[in-house]
């Protein structure tokens, strides 16, 4: 199972950037999926999740700017990021909840990761 993001980049503040994450592999089913974020010299934290039934989930930092949404047949999480800010510069990480064929139980999965640099 890989999960492979894309979509980074550098921006402008008050500019957008949509952020992709598609699984692959041997899946039998994906529950929540999500994207975390990790700045320089600070930990890693949750940006937004959403179930498998749709419901997303927001840090307060990031209510109203960005909207996390999912494509259950393509198997891809997205993250639309509107009015980026210079403190949203950070490397972003996609996170999935995935049954695998011949594992037992679901279990984390973690992309690889992509820029993202906000300017003033």
């Known amino acids: 199972v890989q999960l492979q993001a894309s979509g980074g980049g550098a921006v402008q503040a008050g500019g957008s950037l949509i952020l992709s994450c598609a699984a692959s592999?041997?899946?039998?089913?994906?529950?929540?999926m999500g994207w975390y974020r990790q700045a320089p010299g600070k930990q890693r934290e949750l940006v937004a999740t959403i179930t498998s039934g749709n419901t997303p989930n927001y840090a307060d930092s990031v209510k109203g700017r960005f909207t996390i949404s999912r494509d259950a047949a393509k198997k891809t999480v997205y993250l639309q990021m509107n009015s980026l800010k210079p403190e949203d510069t950070a490397v972003y990480y996609c996170?999935?909840?995935?049954?695998?064929?011949?594992?037992?139980?679901?279990?984390?999965?973690w992309g690889q990761g992509t820029q993202v640099t906000v300017s003033s």
């Open positions: 592999g041997t899946i039998v089913g994906i529950d929540a």
């Open positions: 996170k999935a909840d995935i049954l695998a064929i011949g594992l037992y139980g679901y279990n984390d999965y």
